[in-house]
């Protein structure tokens, strides 16, 4: 059943790769980033048109200009490198499952853990969807895991540790907000390594700083206003509660972390007999236990950072991609232990671990086969209709006397234009303040624009997340035609 999912999954990441089209609306502003960085206009000032907020550090866009250097469209590369992520991650996932188990439970049903805990990654509907997509989170991930895993079998060891650090150093400057995998691995590094993980964070510290000061001097210190005072917002807890509702169809693999958990402390307390002594000697002396630990740590820190971030203006199901890869590790560890109660099991085996052994099996099925299939119908890849519809726009669009205005910024550069402006993010910016929306008004009530084309209606979500009222009657007032192109509003200032 797992082994279908994943099928499905790669028959759905081949199609998106390819797909010219948007499949979600912060593909288009990514992609407007890769094409400017490097450059003078990086990371620059919001108030000079075009108006570009840069959200994340370079190193994915690096990356996909450079690969896209040898040929590929821009877009088909930065998709390629996230489902190659993905793909990398689940490989991660099912190593650490299995450095985190098969010393104690043997090797057969390490191995057999360790392959759900990978497959269940392609379980997830947030990492299936996100994970083709030209956005930076599946390299950000990848990267923190990898570090995770270099510092779980370094033993101590400086250059492994330093290798460890240095990773996490590039997931930072991936995504920002990377933090809960080397907060979690350095908490346990210190506590069982302090002198070699001091020394090897040193290194770390030393290329992040470097990499601060050359994107401080580069952007004339717009770097950390953009990727951190421009993307501090509003935060709504009803909205972080509807979030989380989000994954409620993955509750059972959340359940079947929490149970490994039990297990696994519950062995490493009996061996370490209560005492931090005990527990260092253990963790020193043991893989499983190591790896055990640091996953404990970075599941509660990405839990926290989750909880934390999952409210804020604009959060969407990615912000729980990290959380539910360590999800997937415990997972794997939990079937193992069950397989190898199973195993030995015996009439003198507890009540908790006959009911766990029996009831545990069920569950995992039973969660694998309600969850949803293949996400190609919900992006219309394959609507041809729909498709030519977009064919039609694009050339609408290139052959524009003036800059057009988009929030499908996807379809402005497919048509070779620049995109000038991203409503969302600058709705949420002048809601506090920290931008004047007449600079975007003054233009639309002026007609700069050849066209303004929205997703939807005033009165729909997606219309009214990103534009707020005054800009609402300004292209009301100004473009007051509409025709519909495949669900995209062209708003015309005269009839045609």
Not at 322 to 336: M, N, Q, Y
């Amino acid at each position: 059943m797992l082994a279908s999912h994943f099928v499905v999954y790669l028959k759905f990441a081949l199609a998106a790769i390819p797909y010219p089209y948007q499949l979600d609306y912060g593909e288009g502003i990514v992609w407007q980033q890769a094409l400017l960085i490097p450059g003078q206009r990086m990371y620059g000032d919001i108030t000079k048109y075009p108006f570009i907020v840069f959200h994340y550090p370079p190193l994915y866009h690096l990356l996909a200009r450079g690969v896209a250097a040898l040929g590929p469209d821009l877009l088909t590369t930065g998709r390629a490198i996230s489902a190659a992520s993905t793909v990398a991650t689940a490989v991660l996932v099912t190593r650490l499952a299995l450095d985190a188990t098969r010393v104690d439970a043997g090797r057969l049903a390490a191995l057999v853990g360790a392959s759900i805990a990978g497959l269940s990654v392609f379980c997830y509907w947030p990492i299936v969807v996100w994970s083709p997509l030209f956005r930076v989170d599946m390299l950000a991930v990848v990267l923190s895991f990898f570090g995770v895993w270099c510092a779980v079998r370094s033993g101590g060891r400086l250059v492994w540790l330093s290798a460890a650090f240095m990773i996490f150093v590039l997931a930072g400057f991936t995504k920002q907000t990377c933090v809960a995998a080397p907060l979690s691995t350095f908490a346990i590094m210190l506590f069982l390594y302090r002198a070699d993980a001091l020394k090897a964070l040193i290194p770390g510290l030393l290329f992040c700083a470097a990499g601060l000061l050359v994107m401080e001097w580069a952007t004339s210190g717009g770097f950390l206003r953009h990727i951190v005072f421009y993307n501090v917002n509003r935060y709504n807890l009803h909205r972080a509660f509807v979030n989380m509702l989000q994954v409620y169809p993955n509750a059972v693999f959340v359940l079947l972390a929490v149970v490994a958990l039990c297990f696994g402390w519950r062995r490493t307390a009996v061996q370490d007999k209560g005492s931090l002594a005990g527990l260092r000697h253990n963790l020193l002396s043991s893989r499983s236990a190591l790896t055990m630990a640091v996953l404990t740590a970075y599941f509660v820190a990405s839990s926290i950072v989750t909880l934390i971030s999952v409210g804020k203006s604009g959060a969407a199901y990615n912000y729980f991609i990290e959380w539910l890869c360590v999800t997937s590790v415990l997972v794997g560890a939990c079937v193992t232990h069950l397989l190898h109660m199973a195993n030995t099991w015996m009439p003198r085996t507890s009540i908790p671990e006959t009911i766990a052994i029996l009831v545990v099996p069920i569950l995992l099925m039973l969660q694998v086969a309600i969850l949803p299939g293949s996400a190609s119908s919900v992006f219309q890849i394959s609507d041809a209709t729909r498709n030519a519809r977009l064919d039609q726009l694009v050339t609408k669009v290139a052959r524009a006397s003036k800059p057009v205005l988009s929030d499908d910024m996807v379809i402005l550069l497919r048509a070779g234009r620049e995109v000038p402006w991203e409503p969302a993010v600058f709705s949420e910016l002048a809601s506090t303040g920290r931008w004047d929306e007449r600079l975007i008004t003054n233009m639309i009530w002026s007609r700069e624009f050849a066209y303004i084309i929205t997703t939807g209606y005033p009165g729909q979500h997606e219309y009214d997340s990103r534009y707020d009222p005054d800009v609402t009657r300004a292209i009301e007032a100004s473009y007051p035609y509409t025709v519909e192109y495949a669900g995209r509003v062209v708003h015309r200032p005269a009839a045609q």
